[in-house]
């Protein structure tokens, strides 16, 4: 029952990078299998870059499905750490048996919906007829494995929270190496195409969900999953926390999809599947970005809950100074390869010249702005895993609206490729609001935290 790392006494800025780092290479992994899936199905002799833009497609449908993960695992795993820092662990355990509950119906609810509109949604999300073919045989095969993409993501944040961050990037290196040699196998080998890529994905997930149940089933950690306990309160307290991350993603989705339609749109018939192809891309490369950043800073969310329910503002403050300078650190070395040496990373994914220049020209635009976007992160879930929802909401809607204005205000005005002008002004614009909001509050935040403020979950 001993933790990797004691949340509430082990100094700061070494905690930080003990839990930051391995959350930040075990997204980095999954990301990493995510652009295998993508780079072999662009290799697929003469169908690679249709293909690519069907599965690019799939991706909003993909990360949707996935929010719902976080909807539980990041609202329940910061109010876990809070009570944990209480000393309250009967109200911890409560936590976890209901977010397994929650889980466990979403998955079934989420399989039966989606499997029954996927057709609809792929339209909608900007498949032509072209890309349909290739879009829908992927999906499908995904959407079987609904419960274990759930299961794996979500409760991996319970075995976080606990101080075991290496147990967690284990949890997902596995499933990551399983992928990257499935892979080749399913979609080469046995010729099964981008219905091999799919069903790699989902015997991953399975294994990464095996070992994520056996961990929580365990006899390691403090808390572990048990039955009974069901409390709406719980339920509501859960997804009152965990909607910031859940509407992060999925108007992060929705972003995705109205780029595909705009391009679509101002593109034309002949322009149109190549520019959703580039910007696959490009998002590709910009997952490389947000999803070890995300790492880093949800990671370290069970540090200052922890830390935010023991009433501890001096351990809190001095966390979010480590977790913003590692977090602008990372932002900085992808800054600096975006703007270098972009068709490095594009090569991997096409080699016709036209495809390589604009998705190249696409990624040095698109993150002009990543290094402010790292402070963003690090204010946004920061509140967020203080169970402040209050604040990190509206900072996310705000960052969410510059971006819609600007994606249909600048193609209207400077046709297609404009649209990659939306990243950058986005990142400057939320950051820039994030940072004053952040110092007009914390202190009075904080400065509210006693200990005859918490409250049974």
């Known amino acids: 029952m001993k933790r990797e790392n004691d949340l509430g006494r082990d100094p700061i800025r070494s905690l930080v990078l003990r839990v930051a780092l391995p959350s930040m290479l075990a997204q980095f992994v999954s990301v990493f299998y ?47 750490s809070i009570k944990l820092g209480e000393g309250d662990r009967d109200a911890a355990e409560r936590i976890l048996a209901n977010c397994f509950l929650m889980l466990l119906v979403l998955s079934a609810v989420l399989t039966a919906v989606s499997l029954l509109i996927r057709e609809k949604l792929l339209m909608w999300f900007g498949a032509s007829t072209v890309t349909f073919p290739y879009a829908n045989a992927y999906i499908t095969i995904y959407l079987m ?82 039955f009974g306990h069901y409390r709406l309160k719980t339920v509501r307290s ?10 992060i993603i999925a108007m992060d989705n929705v972003m995705i999809i109205a780029m595909n339609a705009i391009l679509q749109k101002y593109g034309g018939a002949g322009e149109g599947d190549m520019l ?25 969310q069970s540090i200052l809950g922890f830390n935010y329910g023991a009433c501890r503002p001096d351990r809190v403050l001095e966390a979010q100074k480590y977790i913003a300078m590692l977090c602008v650190a990372f932002t900085t070395i992808f800054f600096l390869i975006a703007q270098l040496i972009p068709q490095s990373f594009v090569l991997i994914f096409t080699r016709d010249p036209d495809y390589v220049a604009t ?14 976007m790292g402070l963003q992160y690090t204010i946004v ?38 649209v990659f002008l939306t990243g950058p002004i986005a990142d400057f614009g939320g950051a820039a609001v994030s940072v ?14 006693t200990p005859s403020t918490t409250q049974s979950a």
């Open 145 to 226: 494995g609904t419960v274990f993409a759930l299961m794996s993501s979500g409760l991996n944040q319970f075995i976080v929270c606990q101080g075991f961050a290496n147990a967690g990037m284990r949890s997902v290196l596995l499933g990551a190496v399983l992928n990257i040699v499935l892979d080749p196998i399913l979609i080469f080998l046995l010729d099964m195409g981008v219905q091999g890529a799919a069903l790699a994905t989902v015997i991953s997930q399975m294994a990464s969900c095996a070992y994520v149940l056996l961990f929580l089933f365990g006899r390691r950690p403090p808390v572990r999953i048990t």
């Open 276 to 300: 959703v192809t580039c910007a696959t891309i490009m998002q590709s490369f910009m997952l490389m970005i947000t999803m070890p950043l995300g790492g880093i800073t949800g990671g370290t």
């Open 381 to 418: 879930d920061g509140f967020t895993g203080m169970g402040v929802v209050r604040a990190s909401l509206p900072l996310s809607f705000w960052r969410k609206g510059l971006y819609f204005v600007s994606l249909f205000a600048l193609p209207a005005l400077f046709g297609a490729q404009a």
């Open 359 to 372: 998705a190249s020209r696409a990624i040095r635009i698109f993150t002009l702005g990543i290094i402010p």
């Open 238 to 247: 859960v997804l009152t926390v965990g909607m910031t991350s859940f509407l």
């Open 34 to 80: 995510s652009i295998v899936d993508r780079m072999y199905i662009g290799n697929i002799p003469e169908i690679g870059d249709t293909a690519l833009a069907g599965v690019g497609i799939c991706g909003p449908i993909v990360t949707l499905v996935g929010a719902f993960a976080f909807l539980v695992g990041v609202g329940g795993a910061p109010l876990m």
């Open 436 to 449: 004053l909001v952040y110092r007009l509050t914390i202190q009075k935040i904080l400065g509210k935290r």
